[in-house]
Structure formats: C-alpha cells, structure tokens
C-alpha cells in the first residue's frame, strides 16, 4: 500500500526551529516530485514548499530563507527544516507526491 506519514510537528515557541519528516512506504519517494503543503486555521490548504525530480526547490515567499527541504533517499524520506518560525506558520502540514497525501501533522507557535 502506497502512503505517506508526516511527523515531526509541535508546539514551539516564536523563533524556534522544527523539523519535519514525510515517510514514504510503497513508494520510491526520490521517483517523483513532491510538495509542502499547510492549512492554517480559517484558512484554505496552500503550497509551502516543492522539490521536483530534477532536485529544483521552490518556497513561498513568505518562507524562503527560513524553510528548507532535504531528502534521504535510503530512509525513503524528506525533511522539511523549518527555522525562525512564528505564529502565522501555525497549520496541519502535509506532504504529498504521486497523487498521495498524508494525514498531516500539527505545529503550533505560540509562546
């Protein structure tokens, strides 16, 4: 079975640092192009973050130079690092590739 799981999220305070991972089981991860999404509260899902399979990373503006993707390719993973967080970075984050999203995981800044 084909999915993804997200971990990593949690409460941290304003200029924090946390780091997420997607897991892929199923799936060759590396294979394909995958993205960062997040839905903050009241607000609709939007993309965060994306590394294509050519190894290109694309960030919102509002998270360049604080975001950053990396990916393991034996663990079948990829990490989001996400430095300087503040409170607008609140939401569910989720990765998804090949057509597959995971269930999400919750970071909250807040002091």
């Known amino acids: 079975q084909m999915q993804l799981v997200e971990s990593g999220g949690d409460l941290v305070q304003p200029g924090g640092s946390l780091r997420l991972t997607c897991q892929a089981s199923g799936f060759t991860l590396s294979s394909y192009s995958m993205g960062w999404y997040r839905q903050r509260p009241g607000k609709e899902r939007e993309w965060v973050a994306s590394?294509?399979?050519?190894?290109?990373?694309n960030y919102l503006d509002s998270v360049k130079g604080r975001f950053s993707i990396s990916r393991s390719i034996p663990q079948n993973t990829v990490t989001l690092q996400m430095d300087n967080l503040g409170p607008e970075d609140t939401a569910v984050y989720f990765c998804?590739?090949?057509?597959?999203w995971g269930p999400g995981t919750q970071v909250t800044v807040s002091s």
């Open positions: 998804n590739a090949h057509s597959i």
């Open positions: 590394r294509d399979f050519y190894g290109t990373m």
